[in-house]
């Protein structure tokens, strides 16, 4: 971990306003290149995007890379359209300023976790 001297290489640490646990440990960032680099194949033409921890994007709900009008889209040189969408209410992007003890001003709303679209 750059920047932090003596860390543990794996341990429980409280995470959040909140304080919920959370396990932690030490990896190589080679182990994630799998992810990175997986092949998709996209025979059958479909698809699902599940969103496990909140999302920001710029136009609400609707991914900045996705026309409005025709809910058509290219990412990462994919040619897509958005055929359904199931989304939850909006959750306010907050906090708290440790610094002045109150909640920091809200700086906008995100997609909550199990945000899902199909292509």
Not at 32 to 51: A, C, H, Q, T
Not at 62 to 76: A, H, N, Q, R, S
Not at 83 to 108: L, Q, V
Request: charged content about 30%.
């Amino acid at each position: 971990m750059e920047g932090v001297n003596d860390f543990p290489a794996e341990g429980a640490i409280q995470l959040g306003g909140e304080s919920k646990a959370a396990k932690f440990e030490k990896t190589d960032a080679h182990q994630l290149e799998e992810l990175v680099n997986i092949d998709l194949n996209f025979s059958e033409g479909f698809f699902k995007v599940y969103l496990a921890t909140p999302a920001v994007f710029e136009n609400g709900w609707l991914p900045k890379w996705i026309d409005e009008e025709t809910l058509e889209g290219k990412f990462e040189g994919v040619k897509l359209k958005l055929i359904a969408c199931a989304i939850g209410r909006s959750i306010p992007i907050g906090g708290w300023d440790m610094a002045k003890n109150r909640p920091k001003p809200r700086e906008g709303r995100c997609q909550p976790a199990r945000f899902t679209t199909s292509n």
